[in-house]
């Protein structure tokens, strides 16, 4: 049974443990919010204690506990055509411009990279529009790559299943062509088809880790709603690395709540949250 609260000094560790893997800043207001979602954790553990579970995360089991801790502590608030915006520029603009590029440089195909892809329904959204006119054109085809830090959101991504109520801004057509509704103990959810989901490649990526691994080819890069968790520092860092992955003219799209104005960088901005490398 969890008897003790979370100290101070066990709060100010924590805090800096997940700083030093993630480079997540968690404010010192957070205290009750880390305390509430770790308590889930220790009880999982059959720990009494936050004593006991820094010992933990400091004993040579340490390791596979930290990125329960990271998935414990992380957000993943999302849903199917999240901030349109983005889907209707990509939609209307970007794949008329890099099309060229995607056909001549590329070996035929067009590149997104979905950066904290949490549980899937933005790069599913995004593998919708690319299935879809415009971007259905004569031979060129399309590659998606989704990562996030979390194992385990990752893994209710890969299997492509959600809520019937988590399906937003979905018009019936697309519904009916690329889901598969539940029956009977499936009622209340749907499946992603298996011929759009093929096209995702799923992988998980810490983007503070020193080599991602990935090509330096895409065409745009959806990073969003995940560079408010980090310092101005680490936020500039993260920024010129995704400018490094994109191709010339490529875009980056960044949440609405999110801003470029105070790190340097190489991006045109196009209009808010749309960057352009120039190019």
Known sequence: MLTANLSAQQFEFIRGLIYEHTRISIEPSKEDVVHSRLGKRLRALVLNDYDQYCELLQSPDGDAELQKLVDAISTNHTFFFR??????????????????????????????????????????????????????????????????????????????????KRIRNMPDAWFRKYF??????????????????????????????????????????????VMIYFDNENREKLVNRLFDHLVPGGYLMVGHSESLMSVRHGFDMVQAAIYRKPG
């Open 83 to 164: 901030e349109e915006q983005h889907f209707e520029f990509l939609k209307d603009r970007a794949l008329k411009e890099l099309e060229r590029d995607a056909r001549d440089s590329s070996g035929r195909t067009f590149r997104v990279w979905s950066a904290a892809c949490s549980s899937g329904e933005e790069p599913c959204s995004i593998a919708i529009l690319l299935n879809e006119p415009p971007f259905m054109v004569d031979g060129l085809r399309w590659r998606l790559t989704a990562t996030d830090i979390s194992r385990d959101i990752l893994k209710r991504a890969a299997t492509g299943v959600y809520d019937l």
């Open 180 to 225: 598969l509704l539940g029956r009977n103990s499936t009622s209340g959810k749907c499946r992603v088809r298996p011929e759009l989901q093929k096209g995702i490649d799923f992988r998980n990526l810490n983007l503070f880790e020193e080599d991602y691994g990935l090509r330096r080819n895409y065409h745009v890069i959806f990073c969003r709603n």
